[in-house]
């Protein structure tokens, strides 16, 4: 028997940006008893999912579900509407979408990157004028996509995904908008069509509240036209074939079966609380663990106040301190999971998650342990960031 949390007692707090606490109530249902993928019931139960999914993702058109990880979900999107070498523009916010732009080579598109002249990339949101600047300059309409993170979480930075669109269409440029919200779906606002992404990708362990395992594409018309026509090899991520079993709530593989009734579960719940509450809830809770962070006198490693992520928050810790060592030490005292400093920010950064499943005192309680880790390092903060969150919740 695997025994991976008996060493400590009470529970385990776990806040990195994803994956997030599943709820018992979304745990029960995945230990459903697994039924037959092709039996009756299943085709049912199946329309019923996908069409919970498309209200998460404020969507009228198809989503499909892989049984994989965001990743893999990366990968579905590229091969279903990219051909062998085409050009795809990629904006730099941090660490997910450089690993993006990295498979994107390893497949054999050519990527080119962009991102915030003059400026570190990593603390700011996308400047869409660069995106229309670069594609207003692309007169034969080489670049077939624009790809970028809509909550990178690698930098706690949300982007602004209809001023991309708007940029695209300014520059009356044909190339398909590609967008991660792997993070971002769930917790933050995230609207499919009305910001006219051609695909968005998600995953289940961040603000859907599963475990890992199954990834999404939520597609548009065009998107699904320009894939009939793309000479790129593929099988399993194969759109058409997905999208015709789908039909009758089948797919043509065996589908991630009890994560589905997860899914449907957390759906149910997230929908009962309405999604503009769900939004909100992250956004007061994010701007709690912003009071903190200030004073701490600590900083944001998003600098970009338009664009302060709900999802999650990044702190940078001061010149000598390693946020290693304070995240060792409040997972060993404390049972408190905060999320690693990534890339080019390792040990010079920290992230609290506070997403899907979260509520004030699940907030207030990593919040303790943070302002307790950071005393056990030697830092004297300005002031208690455990009181300016409780002032600002109350
Ligand atoms: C987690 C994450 C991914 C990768 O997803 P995996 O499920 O780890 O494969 C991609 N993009 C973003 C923004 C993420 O947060």
Known sequence: MLKLDNHLSG??????????????????????????????????????????????????QPVIIYSASGTGAWEGALVNVLNPGDKVLFYETGQFANLWRALAKRIGLEPEVIGKVGQDTWRWGIDADLIEERLRKDTQHEIKAVCVVHNETSTGVTSNIAAVRKAIDAAKHPALLLVDSVSGLGSAEYRHDEWGADVTIAGSQKGLMLPPGIGFNALSPRAIEVSKSIKTPKSYWAWDEILESNKTGYWPTTPSTNLMYGLHEAMDMMLAEGLDTVFARH???????RQAVVAWGLENQCLDTECYSPVLTCISVPEGMDA??????????FN??????????KGKAFRIGHLGDCNELSLMAALSGVEMSLGAMGFKPKASGVVAAQEFLK
Not at 19 to 47: C, K, M, N, W
Not at 336 to 343: E, K, Q, V
């Open 283 to 289: 956004q007061r809770l994010a701007q709690a663990c």
């Open 11 to 60: 529970r385990h707090f776990l806040h990195i940006p994803g994956p997030s606490p599943v709820p018992p109530r979304v745990l029960r249902s995945i230990s459903y008893q697994t039924i037959d993928h092709r039996g009756p019931e299943f085709g049912a139960f199946g329309l019923q999912v996908l069409a919970g999914i498309q209200k998460i993702f404020q969507t009228k």
């Open 336 to 345: 408190l999971s905060l999320g690693i400093g990534l890339g080019k920010i």
């Open 324 to 333: 290693d060592l304070l995240r060792k030490h409040a997972l060993e005292k």
